[in-house]
């Protein structure tokens, strides 16, 4: 990857994936660190990434991660006080929450109804626009957008202890 691609990358996509991730952390500024780490990760490992899909579904799924990963860390850094005023923190688990984040997420959706997770996984992992997903599946646009609201509700509530 070159540097131009790089920076039309980041053009491209900087806004669409920070209010990803603002929708995950629900704070700005943290959006914008994670968004940033993205792609500095992607820059880092230029040389190094093979991306199967499309640019816009690995940087969506990179931001996803990233900030529940960003959402687990910080919640897991509780301070804990006892009566004697002594501070002890948590002790950091994140290489297994990262696996319990990941395992939540794919068993959430799996766990959606056949079509909707269909519908999802296409909008998501596979690319497609609203009108390809339709012409795919023989549904119409705001069938698809039905599922896709849909599938994001349900995600919310069964995701919500490591989003909220």
Same mark, same amino acid.
């Given at each position: ?42 820059? %880092? ?6 991306? %199967? ?11 996803? &991660? ?5 959402? %687990?860390? *910080? ?6 006080? &006892? ?9 950091d688990k994140s290489d297994f929450l ?12 799996l766990e959606l109804p056949e079509k ?30 039905? *599922? ?9 509530v069964k995701l919500k202890r490591f989003?909220?």
């Amino acid at each position: 990857m070159t540097e131009y691609q790089f920076e039309t990358i980041f053009k491209e996509y900087f806004a669409y994936l920070s209010n990803l991730a603002y929708g995950i952390v629900k704070d700005r500024d943290d959006a914008y660190d994670i968004t940033q780490q993205v792609f500095v990760k992607l820059w %880092d490992k230029r040389d190094d990434i093979e991306i %199967d899909k499309s640019i816009k579904s690995y940087l969506y799924r990179a931001t996803f &991660n990233t900030a529940l990963n960003f959402l %687990d860390k *910080h919640k897991r850094k509780l301070r804990i006080v &006892n009566d004697d005023s002594y501070s002890l923190f948590q002790e950091d688990k994140s290489d297994f929450l990262e696996g319990e984040v990941e395992d939540a997420v794919n068993k959430a959706i799996l766990e959606l109804p056949e079509k909707c997770r269909v519908v999802f996984s296409l909008s998501r992992y596979s690319d497609l626009t609203n009108k390809e997903i339709a012409e795919k599946l023989n549904i119409s646009i705001k069938g698809v957008e039905k *599922h896709i609201s849909r599938a994001l509700k349900e995600l919310r509530v069964k995701l919500k202890r490591f989003i909220s």
